[in-house]
């Protein structure tokens, strides 16, 4: 067993609604194998509002300054109260530039077999940086909205770096850059631009290639076995990600990684589901497969391996499902039998 000097300390946020329940179904396995954690436990959303009147809390954000390695729960950004996005505001304070979301079909018998795609999205810029204004129109105070958002060379060239590295670092052997520069020609024109230039720096090693948005959309739910590593832009990558994870049975499958310089987030990419929370109903595997990601990360390959047979094996082997995947079993009903194959 470790010893609590060789313990890696990591940003422990629990998340509102069933985070809370997913997390602790999450560190019951992850104890089981003795993962080489030590968890700082901190709060943030609407558990931080109730606690400190912020959503996201000093020390929260002091604690992840200090380990660069968090595992987060799902969020809930207070609403009609002036609050700016959680997840937004982490992402900027925190410099973390891509979002990874891997996509890859687990449970047989659906729609597609063979998807198993890693999508890269660029997370400090697009319209979700955008500034945005309203103005008057005779009476009416709110008659015209507007949205400026901005794209810099120096992001649409990393972003893309990243994705290609990532594609030669995890054997991936095509990446498609998905844009809009027929209509958007200097937002998405940049972003084009750039990546044509990366691409050359890979062409003996990665195929390269191009799609509008739109098409990429009409081709992911037609034939979604033929992308591989997909990067983008801010807005198009919420939605192509959210999008794919509906190929292989939703959010309740899909992990994500936020990539920064100094810090790394793993997270379940799901809602809080407040309507849920304190059912012991919840899909506890999002974040179980975020923890197993951060296992790879800090080169616990090992363990994570185990984590990931011991789904395969509860899931499609034993049939063993919450609701959201069809079946009835609760989550500490699922936990136990994670616990079990783990073992």
Known sequence: MNTTSSLIPVTLI???????????????????????????????????????????????????????????????????????????????????????????????????????????????????????????????????ATCTGYTSRTECHRIVKYAFDYAVANNRKKVTLVHKANILKELCGLFLEEGRKVAKEYQDKIYYEERIVDVCAMELVLIPETYDVIVTTNLFGDILSDLASGLIGGLGLAPGINIGNKTVMFEAVHGSAPDIAGKNCANPLAILKASALMLQYVNRDDLSDRINKAIHQVVIKNNIRTRDLGGNTSTSELTEALIQAVQ
């Open 14 to 144: 629990p998340g509102d609604g069933i985070g809370p329940e997913i997390m602790a179904a999450t560190l019951k396995i992850l104890e089981t194998i003795h993962a080489p954690f030590q968890w700082d436990k901190q709060l943030a959303g609407m558990a931080g509002v109730e606690c400190s009147n912020n959503p996201l809390p000093a020390q929260t954000l002091e604690s992840i300054h200090k380990t660069g390695l968090v595992l987060k729960g799902p969020l809930t950004t207070p609403i009609g109260k002036g609050y700016r996005s959680v997840n937004v505001t982490l992402r900027k304070e925190f410099q973390l530039y891509a979002n990874v979301r891997p996509v890859k079909m687990l449970i047989p018998g659906g729609r597609f077999e063979n998807v198993d795609i890693v999508l890269v999205r660029e997370n400090l810029e697009g319209f979700y940086a955008a500034m945005e204004n309203i103005f008057p129109v005779e009476q009416d105070t709110k008659a015209i």
